[in-house]
């Protein structure tokens, strides 16, 4: 067992004043018991900016800002020392509960016991150690926007580049949140080619297609190949209709060239048309 780690604290705030504040934005899970360890209102170096450097080496810091206990963790700690050693960190709705999650491995072991102090909220605590999964830039602006729950499709059409592979980063991770449902099996997926103007648009259009808004399946021609396993909401056969399909669309030959191939390989049909799906120009 390493050195524990010792948190900065900083500055502590009562429980109820942390009450009346503003809902939680993440929290902080325990790997090893599955138990939420705390929440807070903010989280710097998510995205791999804040470096620590120690012995030569360079670890991410992680902080959190007004973090407060878990009760339920609390109350499992005043009953033996329990160590912490690798986490999620959690991104919450504006109903605190997950919607995607970071693994983080901590470079030491950090303890709680009996008789530690789970009463205040801390205005900072900090970990050092490695992210597994750097989360994008983009992805800040996405989760942000998923906080509410997405009611309608096409959310991604405006966004760049950059924030549609993030929007993909979102999707996917959050997908892991949902529990395992039967995947359906002869559906019919309908994706506006219109809004299909790169890779990134072409899986952020499926994976709603599939799966609803915001919903996942594939952000690359080898994760497609894994949804094609089944677990990710479709298993072959089944059938894509790409309607609106324009010039600017078959430009990208290469790569659809590949989508067809994966696709017709498991079982599944892609129906291409210069029509909308109602048939009308």
């Given at each position: 067992m390493g050195e524990m780690i010792v948190p900065v604290p900083g500055k502590k705030?009562?429980?109820?004043?942390?009450?009346?504040m503003i809902n939680n934005k993440y929290s902080l899970i325990d790997d090893e018991t599955g138990l939420t360890i705390g929440r807070c209102l903010d989280l710097k170096g998510l995205t791999g900016s804040c470096i620590e450097k120690i012995d030569g080496e360079d670890f991410h810091k992680i902080t959190f800002v007004d973090f407060g206990y878990d009760e339920e963790f609390a109350a499992y700690c005043k009953h033996r020392k329990t160590?912490?050693?690798?986490?999620?960190?959690?991104?919450?709705?504006?109903?605190?509960?997950?919607i995607g999650s970071y693994y983080f491995v901590l470079k030491e072991s950090y303890a709680y016991d009996p008789f530690s102090d789970f009463d205040e909220v801390l205005q900072q605590l900090e970990f050092v150690g490695n992210l597994v999964e750097v989360a994008a830039e983009e992805s800040l602006l996405v989760w942000d926007m998923r906080r509410t729950p997405l009611a309608k499709k096409n959310e991604?059409?405006?966004?760049?580049?950059?924030?549609?592979?993030?929007?993909?980063?979102?999707?996917?991770?959050?997908?892991?949140?949902?529990?395992?449902?039967?995947?359906?099996?002869?559906?019919h997926y309908y994706i506006d080619a219109a809004h299909v103007t790169d890779p990134a648009s072409f899986f952020c259009a499926l994976g709603e297609?599939?799966?609803?808004?915001?919903?996942?399946?594939?952000?690359?021609?080898?994760?497609?190949e894994d949804c094609l396993c089944g677990r990710f909401g479709a298993r072959e056969p089944f059938v894509i209709h790409?309607?609106?399909?324009?010039?600017?669309m078959k430009a990208q030959d290469s790569f659809f060239y590949q989508i067809k191939e994966i696709l017709t390989e498991r079982n599944v049909t892609i129906s291409c048309s210069s029509?909308?799906?109602?048939?009308?120009?």
């Open positions: 705030r009562g429980l109820k004043e942390f009450e009346q160590y912490i050693n690798n986490v999620y960190l959690t991104i919450l709705n504006d109903e605190e509960n997950p991604w059409i405006g966004l760049s580049c950059e924030q549609r592979l993030a929007w993909l980063e979102a999707a996917r991770l959050f997908s892991s949140t949902k529990p395992i449902t039967e995947d359906q099996q002869q559906g297609a599939v799966n609803g808004p915001g919903g996942y399946f594939g952000y690359s021609l080898d994760s497609l790409l309607f609106n399909v324009d010039d600017k029509f909308d799906k109602t048939g009308s120009y």
